[in-house]
């Protein structure tokens, strides 16, 4: 009997083809034995944003904002380089002698055809200097109350920390799909109202712009007036 440690168990004169019951092994098939590479290795698995239509919301609310400056017929270009205290197309210097109503007919025929409604500008936007970004809001209540507030309570109310809650944190958030339990009219477009929801938190901090028309974009999670109490 052979004990380990006193006789190898295959000499070094051994070989396979000396041995009838062993197999020759093909030296063509790699061995991950030998300090070969092995014939498979696991591939990590990486989500694609792309086929996976995952986006993130600062991304979602861009190219929301370059649709609805599409829509009114804006220069992207433009746009992307417009500075901080850059003024809105809309606006008109007047006169004691301008005639409101007959100023804002002028530049509501000169827009491009089928221009959404909820995007089309308001006397507010027409006589009173604001930045474009608010212009891309299809909020219309919104848009008149924040310019408003902006020129009066140029103090109070600060005009920047309303954009950065809106297209940085998320204060509104566009749509690009409906679950089955809302029963809400939504056409999931970012130049309709209907699309776009307000978050709880925006709707307490902002409660200077808020109105039916923001409540009813709330979510339906809750009490939507609880918001704003």
């Excluded at 006789?7 to 300090?35: I, K, M, V, Y």
């Excluded at 017929?73 to 809105?88: F, K, N, R, V, Y």
């Excluded at 000169?110 to 006589?127: D, I, Y």
Aim: hydrophobic fraction near 40%; proline fraction near 10%.
């Amino acid at each position: 009997m052979v004990e380990f440690g006193e006789e190898p168990l295959f000499s070094a004169s051994d070989d396979w083809n000396s041995r009838p019951d062993q197999e020759s092994p093909d030296d063509s098939t790699p061995s991950c034995w030998d300090g070969a590479r092995p014939l498979f290795q696991a591939q990590p698995a990486l989500a694609d944003p792309s086929c996976n239509t995952l986006e993130f919301l600062p991304t979602i609310i861009f190219g929301a904002c370059l649709h609805n400056a599409a829509a009114l017929g804006w220069d992207a270009e433009q746009l992307a380089t417009c500075s901080p205290h850059g003024i809105s197309p809309f606006y008109r210097p007047t006169t004691p002698e301008t005639n409101p109503q007959t100023l804002l007919a002028s530049l509501i025929i000169n827009l491009p055809g089928q221009t959404p409604p909820h995007l089309r500008p308001t006397l507010t936007q027409v006589v009173v200097p604001h930045h474009p970004s608010l212009d891309l809001i299809p909020l219309p209540h919104l848009r008149d109350r924040a310019i408003m507030l902006s020129a009066a309570l140029p103090t109070v109310f600060n005009l920047w920390e309303l954009k950065l809650d809106i297209y940085v944190k998320g204060g509104l958030v566009m749509l690009k799909t409906t679950r089955s339990n809302d029963h809400r009219k939504r056409t999931c477009q970012p130049w309709d109202k209907s699309s776009w929801i307000a978050e709880r938190w925006f709707l307490r901090k902002w409660t200077m712009l808020v109105d039916e028309e923001l409540l009813s974009l709330g979510r339906t999670e809750g009490k939507i007036t609880d918001a704003v109490e």
